[in-house]
Structures are given as structure tokens and as C-alpha cells.
């Protein structure tokens, strides 16, 4: 794909991107209306449906709902051109993540966790393509001096540049589904959540079966 136009200088993407970082912490916010707050409204976001909950579930308003934490090293995704590195004006764009918000549903012996992500793609000086793919991870993980992950899943977004140079993004991820935790044991889950470029990686095809002779 062609390279479009840059419109602002270096510096000021520079300055751009330090902003999205630095703005807001990924604040995950409570929900009732937390979705709809979220992303849709008055936001500059693009608006998504809220996840639809089967009125026959299981839902307890008492039921520990994980923190979402951004996994350290994951919270940014910046690509470079090809046989570069993504690092001053080598860098075609970069995504951060901005907003978060969750629910978990008890269903018999599962919870079922809806994730709300919100971000931004920003150009970088080498300029991007008018589309770009933006992979994803979330994982419920069992705090402790031993980590352990619970449930994982990889999640890729298809984000519209155009011809701009700042386009808002938003993910919600509905399927995240993990057994009930025993006792207070639950206290210490949190939801990670980051930039996983081997989401982008294609499945290994799966290996023929040799038949016995």
C-alpha cells in the first residue's frame, strides 16, 4: 500500500504520542452503564453495542469482578517500515490504550467476562496504510508470588486510517469465559490486557497423522 501524507511535523506526533500515553492510566470504570459511557454518546469513540446478557443467567451483583491491569511492556504497539526499528521517524504508526471497562456474569460454574478496551492509532513521521490491524490480548491471571493464567485469549481489531492522522479504536471482547474460583481465592484474579503482536502471527497448520501400516 502507498504511504499517505504526513500533515504535522515529527516533533509534534512525538508530542501526540506522549500524550495518549500519559493521558489517561486506563482507568477501568464500573458498569451498568459503563459500555454505553464508554463507547458510545458523547464520546469520540466509535460507538459499539453494548453485550447483550441472557436475562436467565446466573448474575449476582455481589459476584468479584477482576481489576483490569495493562500487562508492563504491552500497553504500547508502535509498527516501523519494513526491516526497521519502530523508533523516531522510522515508526508508520502506534496504538495505545486509553480506557478500559468490564462485567462478569456467573453462569452455573463459569464467569463469563466482557472487556471494553479504548484507544487511539496515531501516524507515525514514515507515515501508515488507510488500514491497519491492531492484535490484542486478554488473560485472567491468578496474582501471587507465582503468577497463573486462568483463561487467554487473542483478539485483533481492524482500525480505518484514511486519511487521518489520529483515529480513536474500540474493542469489547464478550467470549472470555473461566471456571468460578473457589473460596477468596478470586481476590487475587486481574484481568491483563496488551498489545500481542503474535495475535497477528498465522495458526500453525495442524500436523498430518501418520496411519499405522
Do not use: W
Request: charged share 20%.
Amino acid at each position: 500500500m502507498g504511504k499517505i501524507s504526513l500533515r504535522i511535523s515529527s516533533s509534534a506526533i512525538a508530542l501526540a504520542i506522549g500524550i495518549a500515553i500519559c493521558a489517561t492510566p486506563a482507568a477501568s470504570q464500573s458498569l451498568t452503564d459503563r459500555f454505553k459511557s464508554l463507547f458510545g454518546g458523547k464520546s469520540d469513540e466509535p460507538a459499539q453495542q453494548p453485550p447483550i446478557v441472557d436475562p436467565n443467567q446466573d448474575q449476582q451483583p455481589d459476584l468479584n469482578c477482576p481489576p483490569v491491569t495493562i500487562r508492563s511492556g504491552a500497553s504500547t504497539y508502535a509498527v516501523a517500515a519494513p526491516g526497521k526499528q519502530p523508533i523516531g521517524n522510522d515508526v508508520r504508526f502506534q496504538a495505545t490504550i486509553t480506557k478500559t471497562a468490564r462485567e462478569c456474569i456467573k453462569n452455573g460454574g463459569d464467569i463469563t467476562a466482557h472487556i471494553g478496551i479504548q484507544g487511539r492509532v496515531i501516524v507515525g513521521p514514515s507515515g501508515a496504510p488507510p488500514t491497519v490491524e491492531i492484535p490484542m490480548r486478554i488473560a485472567v491471571v491468578q496474582g501471587g508470588v507465582s503468577e497463573k493464567v486462568i483463561a487467554t485469549k487473542a483478539y485483533r481489531t481492524t482500525v480505518e486510517l484514511g486519511e487521518q492522522d489520529s483515529v480513536p479504536f474500540s474493542l469489547v471482547a464478550n467470549d472470555l469465559v473461566y471456571p468460578v474460583p473457589p473460596g477468596a481465592t478470586g481476590d487475587n484474579y486481574v484481568f491483563y490486557i496488551g498489545f500481542d503482536p503474535q495475535a497477528l502471527a498465522p495458526e500453525p497448520k495442524p500436523r498430518a497423522v501418520k496411519r499405522k501400516r
